[in-house]
């Protein structure tokens, strides 16, 4: 069982930045696609970014690309999501998730096996 606890997430102005943190309890690390996703209140849970398993390539969303910045460090067993130019509609549960599998579906909550409990990010207008 992987458990992946989340920290970082905050009350910021739009416009400003936040670094949120993922940590895992497994090793090997690499071994798992690591991914952000996000929930807004009352939609659904939409995926933000992932790093695919051993090839350490990212694929971001369309509306953070150019803003959002995910990282991983093998060492640590942790990834990180470094947010800026954050706006209003960011605004939302953030939460990391992980499986073994590699790229297929990287976009889709589906794919997951293993989630965080979530970190909220609030960007006030």
């Known amino acids: 069982q992987v458990q992946l606890v989340e920290s970082g997430g905050g009350l910021v102005q739009a416009g400003g930045s936040l670094t949120l943190s993922c940590a895992a309890s497994?090793?090997?690390?690499?071994?798992?696609?690591m991914s952000w996703l996000r929930q807004a209140p009352g939609k659904e849970r939409n995926f933000v970014a992932a790093t695919i398993r051993r090839t350490g390539t990212i694929y971001y969303a369309d509306s953070v690309k150019g803003r959002f910045i995910m990282s991983r460090d093998n060492a640590k067993n942790t990834v990180y999501l470094k947010m800026t130019s954050l706006k209003p509609e960011d605004t939302a549960v953030y939460y990391c998730?992980?499986?073994?599998?590699?790229?297929?579906?990287?976009?889709?909550?589906?794919?997951?096996?293993?989630w965080g409990q979530g970190t909220q990010v609030t960007v006030s207008s």
């Open positions: 497994t090793r090997p690390f690499n071994f798992y696609t």
């Open positions: 998730a992980a499986d073994l599998s590699g790229a297929s579906d990287y976009y889709s909550q589906n794919k997951y096996d293993f």
